[in-house]
């Protein structure tokens, strides 16, 4: 049957050709766009998550929804824990203190940011420019580093000193004088407006914290194993009482939901493609029947069953699919090895930095493999081939071999 199919097939050669290459090259299109945009999105995932929350992260119950200081808790032994645990990359503790700061020219309201310095550099991308020993250095004393955006507000220079006000965990308001060691500039407007970065410690004995803290970000050292250390992680919260452990996704809504939108929209458009390849299908099929008319009532006279003509051109469809699929995912292999060695440069086109959900990413887009979901258009492409030859595979069923041998 496979032998008669293929033998049919290549009766037309153009007509397959033809198909043979709509079905390679929708194959290869959805396949390449889908490994750009996933290499593209872990990329924005691993510098949010890094700058951010982490792809984990502990808080207080309801400081997430509130964002109020009073909820914060002793980290103790936890951070230890964590950071100890096959997979964790790091184990991040912050104080985040919303308060205003103030020069001799104007004032801004601001996060100040309470960090170990140690543990941030290597980790958060906004600290890439600087070593451990600098921003170690930087984070002495009274030293803060701040945002470019912030800097400019204030019309401040590095190594001149402004006040930052907070209120209290008691609820009343404490002043500290800070001085300007260092500048970033991430490229968020945001970020850069209002990032005051000072050693731990300090935060909290502004805010009059003691060793409190609102936020332990965990990095892992690979996305995908967030779902297995999850509940390891969650065991060691079961005896602290009112800590949640949540993910990226629920601490970073914004870059998530600007995901998943894009990701929709992508659906949308491979959606499309396989419309257009399905109708490509079913119309070779379909002619492939209407030309072989004759040739089937002959068939069908000489003994043959319509089950075994209907199998016979769903024999077609497959080899139609089969060779499609291989042929377009070397070609889509092709496509997301240059994507992924070269990239996709948009810095001639685009002045500045690229935002996208609250996160700078590169400008040189590059693509990552997902070898999971070529493996799973391939299998979508066949079956949908074999779905659009199920009406033509009806259609010859139904011949009359009486009618069909004075066709001409």
Same mark, same amino acid.
């Given at each position: 049957?496979?032998?008669?199919?293929?033998?049919?097939?290549?009766?037309?050669?153009?007509?397959?050709?033809?198909?043979?290459?709509?079905?390679?090259?929708?194959?290869?299109?959805?396949?390449?766009?889908?490994?750009?945009?996933?290499?593209?999105?872990?990329?924005?995932?691993?510098?949010?998550?890094?700058?951010?929350?982490?792809?984990?992260?502990?808080?207080?119950?309801?400081?997430?929804?509130?964002?109020?200081?009073?909820?914060?808790?002793?980290?103790?032994?936890?951070?230890?824990?964590?950071?100890?645990?096959?997979?964790?990359?790091?184990? *991040?503790?912050?104080?985040?203190?919303?308060?205003?700061?103030?020069?001799?020219?104007?004032?801004?309201?601001?996060? *100040?940011? +309470?960090?170990?310095?140690?543990?941030?550099?290597?980790?958060?991308?906004?600290?890439?420019?600087?070593?451990?020993?600098?921003?170690?250095?930087?984070?002495?004393?009274?030293?803060?580093?701040?945002?470019?955006?912030?800097?400019?507000?204030?019309?401040?220079?590095? +190594?001149?000193?402004?006040?930052?006000?907070?209120?209290?965990?008691?609820?009343?308001?404490?002043?500290?004088?800070?001085?300007?060691?260092?500048?970033?500039?991430?490229?968020?407007?945001?970020?850069?407006?209002?990032?005051?970065?000072?050693?731990?410690?300090?935060?909290?004995?502004?805010?009059?914290?003691?060793?409190?803290?609102?936020?332990?970000?965990?990095?892992?050292?690979?996305?995908?194993?967030?779902?297995?250390?999850?509940?390891?992680?969650?065991?060691?919260?079961?005896?602290?009482?009112?800590?949640?452990?949540?993910?990226?996704?629920?601490?970073?809504?914004?870059?998530?939901?600007?995901?998943?939108?894009?990701?929709?929209?992508?659906?949308?458009?491979?959606?499309?493609?396989?419309?257009?390849?399905?109708?490509?299908?079913?119309?070779?099929?379909?002619?492939?029947?209407?030309?072989?008319?004759?040739?089937?009532?002959?068939?069908?006279?000489? +003994?043959?069953?319509?089950?075994?003509?209907?199998?016979?051109?769903?024999?077609?469809?497959?080899?139609?699919?089969?060779?499609?699929?291989?042929?377009?995912?070397?070609?889509?292999?092709?496509?997301?090895?240059?994507?992924?060695?070269?990239?996709?440069?948009?810095?001639?086109?685009?002045?500045?930095?690229?935002?996208?959900?609250?996160?700078?990413?590169?400008?040189?887009?590059?693509?990552?493999?997902?070898?999971?979901?070529?493996?799973?258009?391939?299998?979508?492409?066949?079956?949908?081939?074999?779905?659009?030859?199920?009406?033509?595979?009806?259609?010859?069923?139904?011949?009359?071999?009486?009618?069909?041998?004075?066709?001409?």
């Amino acid at each position: 049957m496979l032998s008669l199919a293929w033998r049919n097939l290549w009766c037309n050669r153009r007509r397959t050709i033809i198909t043979l290459t709509a079905l390679a090259l929708s194959t290869m299109l959805v396949q390449g766009t889908h490994n750009l945009s996933f290499g593209v999105y872990q990329r924005m995932i691993d510098s949010g998550v890094r700058a951010g929350s982490g792809h984990l992260a502990v808080y207080q119950a309801g400081y997430l929804e509130t964002r109020d200081e009073k909820l914060n808790f002793a980290p103790e032994g936890l951070v230890r824990e964590i950071a100890a645990t096959d997979g964790v990359a790091a184990a *991040l503790p912050r104080v985040l203190l919303p308060g205003l700061a103030q020069s001799s020219r104007d004032s801004r309201s601001i996060i *100040l940011t +309470g960090v170990d310095s140690e543990a941030e550099v290597g980790i958060n991308p906004f600290l890439k420019e600087f070593s451990k020993p600098e921003l170690t250095q930087m984070l002495q004393g009274r030293g803060a580093v701040i945002g470019a955006k912030l800097l400019k507000e204030l019309q401040l220079e590095p +190594g001149q000193k402004f006040v930052v006000t907070v209120q209290r965990s008691d609820g009343v308001l404490g002043s500290e004088l800070f001085r300007v060691r260092g500048v970033v500039k991430t490229g968020l407007k945001e970020i850069d407006g209002s990032l005051v970065l000072v050693r731990r410690d300090k935060a909290a004995t502004l805010g009059d914290l003691g060793g409190r803290i609102h936020e332990l970000a965990i990095v892992l050292e690979s996305a995908g194993t967030s779902h297995q250390l999850q509940p390891l992680l969650a065991a060691l919260l079961k005896e602290r009482q009112g800590l949640n452990l949540v993910t990226w996704e629920e601490s970073m809504s914004n870059l998530a939901n600007a995901i998943k939108l894009d990701y929709a929209s992508q659906k949308f458009i491979f959606l499309l493609l396989l419309v257009i390849v399905t109708i490509g299908v079913i119309n070779t099929q379909l002619m492939s029947v209407m030309e072989r008319f004759r040739e089937f009532g002959v068939m069908l006279a000489l +003994g043959a069953t319509p089950g075994r003509l209907r199998s016979l051109i769903l024999f077609e469809s497959l080899l139609l699919g089969v060779c499609g699929v291989i042929l377009g995912t070397i070609l889509g292999s092709l496509l997301t090895w240059y994507l992924v060695d070269v990239g996709i440069d948009l810095r001639s086109f685009i002045s500045g930095d690229l935002e996208f959900g609250g996160v700078i990413f590169d400008p040189i887009m590059r693509a990552m493999w997902d070898y999971a979901w070529m493996g799973q258009i391939g299998c979508y492409v066949v079956l949908l081939a074999l779905w659009a030859a199920l009406y033509p595979a009806y259609k010859a069923g139904k011949i009359s071999p009486v009618r069909a041998m004075r066709h001409t």
